[in-house]
């Protein structure tokens, strides 16, 4: 069973940064695409950032272009995501999400593409 364990939420001041990660376990990591979603206070879980099961190819929702980034260590079986210029809308509850696939190129962006979720992590960004 992939059981995926989130660490690095926190609180953080408008502008600065913070590194989520997301370690996997139960499986070969490097057999999953992942992902980051975030949910905020009464709206919709939504995709953050994707990565395919090699890391060779990535996608990033518009509003976190250019701040946020999403990496994977196979060797380590943990997905990071790096945000950078944090803004007060930034804040919610982050998830990562897993998919086993045979494709080493194609990058999951919706819910339903994901079959495993982590517990979530809090990040808050005050102004």
């Known amino acids: 069973q992939v059981q995926l364990v989130e660490s690095g939420g926190g609180l953080v001041q408008t502008g600065g940064s913070l590194r989520l990660s997301c370690a996997l376990s139960g499986r070969t990591f490097s057999r999953y695409r992942m992902g980051w979603f975030c949910q905020a206070p009464g709206k919709e879980r939504e995709c953050v950032a994707g990565?395919?099961?090699?890391?060779?190819?990535?996608s990033y929702a518009d509003s976190v272009k250019g701040r946020f980034t999403i990496s994977r260590d196979n060797a380590k079986s943990t997905v990071y995501l790096q945000m950078n210029s944090l803004k007060s809308e930034d804040t919610a509850v982050y998830y990562c999400?897993?998919?086993?696939?045979?494709?080493?190129?194609?990058?999951?962006?919706?819910?339903?593409?994901?079959?495993?979720w982590g517990q979530g992590t809090q990040v808050t960004v005050s102004s």
């Open positions: 999400a897993a998919h086993r696939t045979v494709s080493d190129r194609v990058v999951g962006t919706e819910l339903d593409e994901y079959d495993y």
């Open positions: 990565i395919s099961r090699t890391g060779g190819s990535t």
